[in-house]
């Protein structure tokens, strides 16, 4: 037994001195331990530093040049601030949207529907966002079936076939950062074997999704998304 | 009795099981599944729990239940001096397979004081469970070792939700045992003496010849789960422990257990018993599953493919005239070597015409090379002007370009955040092999030579020794490789012993064979600095589906010489076909360059097929380090992230008496990938083989950088498998 503790010991030792170089991705004990050691600074330094909640004002706001979406993963509680990525269209309706952070996640959007997410583990690797957005076109009632492909731990993405609904919930005034918007709140509940899920989102006037509240899959959950600029 | 001395090839199990419940101690912070998480988590509701034997099942008898599918548990139990640490793997839906090292204190028997010993169980689920049927499973235990565990079982289990209004689900388990679980024991008058099959007294051989004989007795007992946490066991034991009673291990005084189990975490549960009439005993059970990483793997997301201008907006950019330029190859290869560095990718080799290019990279980052590809394309979409519409993409393993993927540039523009989008890619994408040579290639200017190196600790350590179960030595290891023209290679790595026990056994070899391995012990003595390799190797394609090596050194830690290979696999095959010849001479056991007298010609004709679903196998045919001829056949059962679990053995024309103990060789192999536990995409894996005891016969050279793995890896099979991440 005195032993084996002297050999953790001496383990443990060697964590902190292990080298290597090159390109050749080698194998050893000690790639592996390098990459340990890596992964337990990062974490320990994410917990020394939490990630201060940013305070963001439409002032700040102003002072940029491009656009802004404010996304939180209720699960977790974090928040991130996200910038455009892209923009696209393609031969299904919907303009699409990729919005970035700078640490490498994505969050894509087709008209405010969420479609996928990437960078954030278990992903929504890709999403048919057809009947909702037909139905927060039509200001209201529509629905039909929507297909969610999402991302596993065995390189593969499994496919979650969903019945949705979407039902008028009411005129609302919303706050985003110092201003207020008239809106119409839509609710989007879809039916699967995982159970049910609700999307709400809540549309301005000229067919706008400036907020909601989005199911990205069972290990995500929801993300509350706001457009602030 | 030899020295058990186990093979490693990167890590150590219990290394291994050591980071797996660190990682687990920090997934418990975690929030348990919610309930509409069925599909992809784990509940811990839907996982039985574990016995003393580490099967699923009550206390020390069995139940009827399946694990989930692909799952491992690792239980730890201990009672009355009796120690069982068992691994456990549902290695088909229905197959339950489980490897065991068990003690038994002051035992006094077979001439130890402390008796240890490993043993193998299989139990399959011969009917599932259904709305008025239990299930019903047919187990043996312990049927291919010396046979003190050794017992044979039917038995039903029926799960009631709610029963009788009563909180939480109960299980009621009943079945009839032969051998250990019936009354008299395994030695039991009626049950044929346990000969070990046709092997005489070495065991390690089915012992098919008492399953089911003797004597029958009844047992019984239930499990209520009463909520999320707690669960209440009570069993009525047929195991008589009559050896164990005889020789003074335990009392046994009455034929009820019963304990309460803790669900401390989704993957750890605890529990605490009253066994017999007589005995506390304690049970720890870890269930991991493959499917289920410890840290879901996150990739910083990749730049939204770059879309062309179309022709008609923009003519003037799809003009193809720059392809007459002498520079431009060099000049798009100088553009795309940084972009390709920065998605962990390097370029190998690029060659472009006016439509289409062939981009030829390695990949450094990710285990899945469907990722890979994904980015390689997106870096062709982003650099190459218009006019190239083909991207031929391949992947390219230690200088062999492996496989030719090809995509067309608008189908990557157009499909990217289609609702299905990597099916459609898939349908659109071609695969196939690649040429050995490519043609009016460009490649890095300091494409050779690369200098590799790694200095750090290393722990090799070595089981199942009965007088210590557990050994090790540990110190640093250096090693450098240097590949100073495309295909070849000089390599090499030298272990200093620092601390250990390796060599502290006293325990020789008795082999009648020649000692190819047992002689283990005598090159842990031999020196604390060692030269583990020095070789020189060169590997090529000799045709577009075929793939040769040559290595000559230090191959191993116990011999040296020279090896070839040649192997032959399509990328859209399921089968490859392989043949291995080596001339090699046994290494002095002072770890320097000298050689001993034993000389061997060794080789192998070998057949790899991929069944599907991820079940793999591998027949191998030769004659084996000891001059014995005969051959190994592996099944293994391999996840698409990585994760692999297989099991071989190996029969020869050594007869089991001449084998020794355990009969043949046999073992476990396993390799998990390293992102499973970190979350971070890397390539690196933890694999290990374990061997319940190594022998002489039926051994196998070990040689560095065999061809059949470094190529399938990025084949077709495996690409299309994996492809779910090509956008990512």
Known sequence: ?229 | MPLHRTTFQAFTLKTAKRIAVMCAAIAMTGQLASADEKSTRLLHKNQPSQNFYGLPGLIDMPSAEALPDGQFAVTLSYFAGISRNTITFQATPRLTASFRYAGTKDFNIGGFVDYRDRSFDIRYLAVREKRYMPALAVGLQDFAGTGIYSGEYVVATKTFNNPLSLPGTIKVTAGVGWGRLADGGVFDPARPRFTGGTSGSNGGSPSYDTWFRGKASPFAGIEWQVNDRLGLKLEYSSDTYDREVRQGVLERKSNVNFGAEYQYSERVRLGAYYLYGSEFGINAQIQLNPRRALNPLRISAPRAVVVRPTRKANPEAWRTDWAQSASAPTQLRDLLMPELQNQGLKLYALSVTASSAELRFINQRYQSDSIAVGRAARSLARILPPSVETFKLVIVQNDLPVSLVTIRRSDLEALEFQPDAADALFAVTGFGDATPQLVGEVRPEDATPKFSYSIGPYVDPSYFDPDKPVRADAGIRAAASYKFAPGWKLAGSIKHRLIGNIGDSTRTSNSVLPRVRTNGLLYSQGSTTRLSQLYLSKQWKPGNSTYARVTAGYLEQMFAGVSGELLWKPSASRLALGVEANYVKQRDFDGAFGLLDYTVATGHVSAYYEFGNGYHGQLDVGRYLAGDIGGTVTLTREFRNGWAVGGFFTLTDVSSADFGEGSFDKGINLTIPVNWFLGKPTQRTISTTIRPIQRDGGARLIVPGRLYEQVRGAQKKALSSDWARVWE
């Open chain 1, 1 to 229: 037994m005195k032993h084996l503790t002297k050999i953790c010991a001496g383990l443990c030792l060697g964590l902190l001195a292990a080298c290597s170089g090159g390109e050749d991705s080698s194998n050893s004990q000690t790639a592996v331990l390098k990459e340990l050691r890596t992964v337990v600074k990062e974490n320990r330094k994410s917990r020394k530093a939490p990630a201060t909640k940013f305070q963001i004002t439409r002032a700040i706001l102003d002072l940029q040049t491009v656009g802004s979406l404010e996304v939180t993963v209720e699960s977790t509680n974090q928040t991130a601030y996200l910038i455009p990525g892209a923009f696209r269209t393609d031969h299904l309706p919907g303009k699409i949207a990729v919005w970035r952070t700078i640490t490498g996640e994505n969050v894509v959007l087709r008209d405010g529907v969420l479609i996928s997410t990437r960078g954030l583990g278990r992903d929504l690797a890709s999403s048919d966002a057809s009947a909702s957005l037909r139905a927060i076109k039509a200001r209201g009632n529509g629905g039909g079936e929507r297909r969610m492909q999402v991302r596993n731990d065995v390189n593969g993405a499994f496919d979650l076939l969903l019945q949705c609904e979407t039902a008028v919930v009411g005129n609302e005034s919303i706050d985003i950062i110092e201003l207020r918007f008239q809106t119409l709140h839509l609710r989007e509940t879809c039916q699967s074997t995982l159970g049910t899920v609700r999307n709400d989102y809540w549309v301005n006037q000229s067919g706008k999704v400036l907020q909601s509240r989005q199911w990205a899959g069972p290990d995500l959950g929801y993300l509350k998304i706001r457009l602030l600029k």
